[in-house]
Antibody, heavy 120, light 109 residues
């Protein structure tokens, strides 16, 4: 069974940085395309970005609102996905989920999420 | 960018009743549409992909239909655990970007 566990969330001041991790198990992580999705409190779901597998060059795609501020990476030796977030602002306050990619179009498995709060 | 709209915003029904949720795309997405269920305090869960394919472990009372711009998620007979938020989702071809609808809340009448 695919399992994803996010960590690294917490309280950060505006303008600060944070790195989230997502530990994967139960599937061949190195072959998986992975995504980050977030959900602000009481709001809907927002896709942030995707990283493809090494065999296709670890190609990155980002949503326009976070391009240039957020960076997705992966360490296949550790079965771990990362999200580096810089220049954080209050609007980045959200639950952050990592997900597997299904058929290049959908989000298969989801982690339980990690909460990021941006506040002074 | 393709925009998804969902209706109604809230659907108030009783257990055992049939639920019909709608998702409309601003332009054709063929059958490349998914539905997710989210319960309070939990992560979303994929229930339908490719417009009509049930994800692994999803009960047969859930069904999806539609193509092009109009899609429907049906729950044939609501169980207590089905009261939740439901989101539809699609992916733009280029540049690759995933969008979600605003969601429909199915609550107890």
């Amino acid at each position: 069974e695919e399992q994803l566990v996010e960590s690294g969330g917490g309280l950060v001041k505006p303008g600060g940085s944070l790195r989230l991790s997502c530990a994967a198990s139960g599937f061949t992580f190195s072959n998986a395309w992975m995504n980050w999705v977030r959900q602000a409190p009481g709001k809907g779901l927002e896709w942030l970005g995707r990283i493809k597998s090494r065999v296709v060059g670890e190609t990155l795609d980002y949503a326009a609102p976070v391009k240039g501020r957020f960076t997705i990476s992966r360490d296949d030796s550790k079965n771990t996905l990362y999200l580096q977030m810089n220049s954080l602002n209050i609007e980045d306050t959200a639950m952050y989920y990592c997900t597997t990619d299904l058929q290049e179009r959908y989000f298969g498995a989801w982690g339980q999420g990690t909460l990021v709060t941006v506040s002074s | 960018e393709i925009v998804l709209t969902q209706s109604p915003a809230t659907l108030s029904l009783s257990p055992g009743e049939r639920a019909t949720l709608s998702c409309r795309a601003s332009e054709s997405v063929s059958t490349y549409l998914a539905w997710y269920q989210q319960k309070p305090g939990q992560a979303p869960r994929l229930i339908i992909y490719g417009a009509s394919n049930r994800a692994s472990g999803i009960p047969a009372r859930f069904s999806g239909s539609g193509s092009g711009t109009d899609f429907t998620l049906s729950i044939s007979s609501l169980e207590p655990e089905d009261f939740a938020f439901y989101y539809c989702q699609q992916r733009d071809n280029w540049p690759p970007a995933f969008t979600f609808g605003p969601g429909t809340k199915v609550d107890v009448k």
